[in-house]
């Protein structure tokens, strides 16, 4: 989305047209996101409410594998000057992401998980 992610923007262009539909279409799923301020502010979670949501623990540690996906594409990302040519690079270093990356940040997350019990919520090596 171009511009700033207010709440209502939130709900009007990803969670209404996109997650709500996927969700209804998914029996017994349960939604989670972050508590950043579109996700928490009172228009998305009126809408949220009705559908099943994992809350966020507000000083969570962030255990989402994405995150590294994420940074993976920023290293990779090459200087733009316009919107548009940022979203060609987006798109094109998205798509040429190596699947045994992906994979195996997948396969980590049990691991993941036991660290961060192990660090009682805080840092760890991921």
């Avoid at 709440?7 to 972050?34: E, M, T």
Wanted: aromatic fraction near 8%; hydrophobic fraction near 40%; glycine fraction near 6%.
């Amino acid at each position: 989305m171009r511009g700033t992610l207010t709440g209502q923007r939130y709900v009007d262009g990803i969670l209404r047209p996109h997650v709500g539909p996927f969700l209804n279409g998914l029996l017994g799923a349960i939604f989670q996101q972050d508590n950043a301020r579109p996700h928490t502010a009172r228009v998305a979670q009126d809408f949220l409410r009705h559908f099943q949501t994992l809350p966020w623990p507000a000083c969570s540690p962030d255990v989402s594998p994405v995150e590294h996906v994420w940074d993976q594409l920023k290293r990779q990302m090459p200087l733009c000057h316009s919107v548009h040519n940022l979203e060609l690079a987006v798109q094109d270093l998205f798509a040429h992401l190596p699947q045994d990356n992906i994979r195996s940040l997948i396969n980590s997350m049990p691991d993941r998980v036991v660290a961060c019990i192990a660090a009682e919520g805080g840092p760890t090596c991921y």
